[in-house]
């Protein structure tokens, strides 16, 4: 079993920098990838970033590719979504999760955590 729990999350203005974290608890964390996905009202969930359990690789969606950097820190049990250049698209609550590999398939992610909300303004 794995929970988390996300933070970070909160307003800023359009081209600026926000910080996400996933803080997991169980001893297991670092045999589990995670992904990071969103979702916008009236938009389905989508995928924003995946890193692989050792760290070693990640995986970015379209939409954040080259703005965005995901992270993690296996001591604090701990993923991070380190967000640049934000635009008012980019609001939605930002989920993590957690799966046996670093899926872009939100259907293949086990656990969940509740989500942070990102607002941008314009």
């Known amino acids: 079993q794995v929970q988390l729990a996300e933070s970070g999350g909160g307003l800023v203005q359009a081209g600026g920098s926000l910080r996400l974290s996933c803080a997991a608890s169980?001893?297991?964390?670092?045999?589990?990838?995670v992904g990071w996905f969103r979702q916008a009202p009236g938009k389905e969930r989508e995928f924003v970033a995946a890193?692989?359990?050792?760290?070693?690789?990640?995986y970015y969606g379209d939409s954040v590719k080259g703005r965005s950097t995901i992270s993690r820190d296996n001591v604090k049990n701990t993923v991070y979504l380190q967000m640049n250049s934000l635009k008012p698209e980019d609001t939605a609550v930002y989920y993590c999760?957690?799966?046996?590999?670093?899926?872009?398939?939100?259907?293949?992610?086990?656990?969940w955590g509740q989500g942070t909300q990102v607002t941008v303004s314009s």
């Open positions: 890193i692989t359990g050792s760290g070693l690789s990640t």
């Open positions: 169980g001893r297991t964390f670092s045999r589990y990838a």
């Open positions: 999760a957690a799966a046996t590999g670093p899926y872009s398939d939100r259907l293949r992610y086990d656990y």
